[in-house]
């Protein structure tokens, strides 16, 4: 498990250099992770090394939002002008990413379907 944990916070430790060294418009772990998915796919054998340890992250990933949590609540005041286009950028923000996931995921099953099913049902 800690050599799994240790790639995973190498690849993150790869996409924030990359990302400051380049300027990348894109945070560090983001980076990092299309790097780790790009080496998952050249190395598939490495997927059984890593699904354990991130399996086990994935459990505890609300532990992970309390540092986030802890900096919102320290911000705070620095928003206090700013609740409404917060607020609203947030609403507006959510509900664009749900319509994109609900139209990508429904692209997605009509594909899977095939061209000859084009009322749904299955045959």
């Known amino acids: 498990m800690l050599a799994a944990l240790a790639t995973l916070l190498v690849f993150q430790c790869l996409g924030e ?21 790009a080496y998952l796919g050249l190395r598939p054998a490495s997927v059984a090394a890593l699904e354990a340890t991130a399996l086990e ?5 609300s532990l992970l939002f309390v540092p986030a949590g802890v900096g919102i609540m320290v911000s705070a005041s620095a928003l206090r002008g700013d609740v409404v286009p917060v607020v609203l950028s947030v609403a507006i923000s959510t ?10 995921m429904r692209a997605m099953l009509r594909r899977q379907r095939g061209p000859s099913d084009k009322t749904g049902e299955r045959a």
């Open 17 to 37: 250099g990359l990302s400051y060294l380049f300027h990348i418009p894109a945070p560090g772990p983001v980076v990092g992770m299309l790097l780790l998915l």
């Open 95 to 104: 509900t664009l990413a749900i319509t994109v996931t609900a139209l990508v």
């Open 57 to 61: 992250l994935l459990r505890h990933l």
